[in-house]
C-alpha cells in the first residue's frame, strides 16, 4: 500500500534535477496541486488535525486486549447451597486448593473443575466471563491471534480497495465497521462470535490506521509528506496514554471496550465534509471533483487558482502511462509489481508486514511486566511519544533507509536474545522486550 502511495506521487511529480539553480523550480512546480492550493495552509492543518484523532482508535482496539484479560486469582467454584454459608477461604481449605487451581478434593474424590469462582480484585474480565482458564487457557492466544490475522491482511485488502474507490470512502466504511463491531464486542456471550468478531475489529482498525495516514499525507504537499506522516503517528503513543486513564478508572471488559468504541462515532458524523485526497483524484481523472476540491483548499489557505486550472491539470504529465485498465486509468498495483518496481514492492511488503507485527506484538504485552497495567502503558506510550518525536528530527537530517536497517536489525537481535535469558530471570526478558519494542517504534 506504501509503495502504491508512492507510485501515485511520482506520477504526479514533474521530472526536475537537483542542481542548486533548479531548487526554486522544484519548490514551484514538484507539485501541480501544491502549487495553487499551498504546501500546508490552515486547510491542511485542520483536516490532517481531525483525521489524525482516528489513530487513537486502532490502538484502542488492539491493546485493549490485555488490559480486558489480565490474571486474576482464581478456584474451583462452590456448589451453589454453599455460597451463602461457606466463605471463600474455608472452601479452599476444605478442598485443598490453592490460587489458579483446576481441580480439588470434594467429598473424598480428586475432582476436575468445570465452573470456577474469580476474585474481585479487578471487574469482570474476558477470562471470567468466558472460564478461559485450565483446559480453556489456549483460547485466549486463539483470539489474540484472531485479531492479528485480521490486521495482517488489512493492508492488502484495504489498500487495493482504496486505489480503486477513494481514501475517503474505504476508510468510513472501515471507521463504521470499526465502530459497529468494536460496539458489538461489548455485548456478545458466544466465544466463536468474539473470535470472530476480533478478527473483524483487528482488520477494520488496522485498515483506518493506513488509509487515515495515506489521506493525511496526500493532503499534504510532497515537501512536507514525510514530516506530516511522522507528526500523524504521534497521535498513537498519545491514545495509549489516553487508554491508560480509560482502563485505570474503568476495570469491567466490557466497558472499556464501550469507552474506547462508542465515541468515534463523532468524526463519523463529519463523513460529508472530510475531503477526498486531491493526489488519489488526479491519478483517477477525476477533474471536476479534483477542482472544485482545490477552491476550498485555496479559499481557506488565501491562494489564487488560474482560469485555465482544468486544462494544466490535464496536461500534468503521468509516467507509466502504459500501465492502465480497460477504461485508460492508472493501475497501480500493473505498476508496483513493474519490472521496474516490483523489488521494491516486494521489499517494502515484508519490511511492513515485519515491523507491524513486532510492534502489535511487543506492544500487545507491556501489560504483563508486572505492577500496575494502566501504568505501564502510560509510561510506554509517554516514551513512544518521545521517540517518534526524536524520529521526526532525525528524520530531517539522516537517510530514512539508514534509520529503518539500523532500528529493525537492532529489534530482532534485542528478540533473539530474549531466547538466550535463562528460565527464572524475567528482569532480563522485561529489559531486552522493552528494548527491542523502542526500536521497533523508532522504526
Known sequence: MVLRVGEYQQLQSVTITNTKSDEKVQDEGHDVISRYTGHFGWWNFIWAFILSMYQMSVGFQIFAFSFQTQKKDFWCARPDDLKDTINVTTWKLMTNQSDYSCSMFYEGNHVKCDTFEFSDEIGHTIVQDFNLVCDRKNFLATIETCILVGSSIAPLFSGWLSDKFGRKLILMLSATIQLIVGTAIAFTTSLPLLMVLRFIIGYASLSVGILNAILVMELSSPKYRTIVGLINMMVAPVGNIVLALITYFLTDWRYIQLAISVPFVLILLLWYWIPQSPRWLLVMNKYDELIILMERMAKMNKKTLPNDLRMILEQT??????????????????????????????SLIILFWTNVGMYLALSSHIVELGGNGSFNMGIAGAIELVITALAVIIALKLNLKLILLTAMISSAICCLLIMAVPQGHPFGVRVLGITGWYFVVFG
Open 317 to 346: 504529465p503521468k509516467e507509466s502511462e502504459g500501465e492502465t485498465d480497460s477504461n485508460n486509468k492508472i493501475n497501480p498495483v500493473k505498476i508496483a509489481f513493474s519490472k521496474k518496481y516490483y523489488i521494491t514492492t516486494i
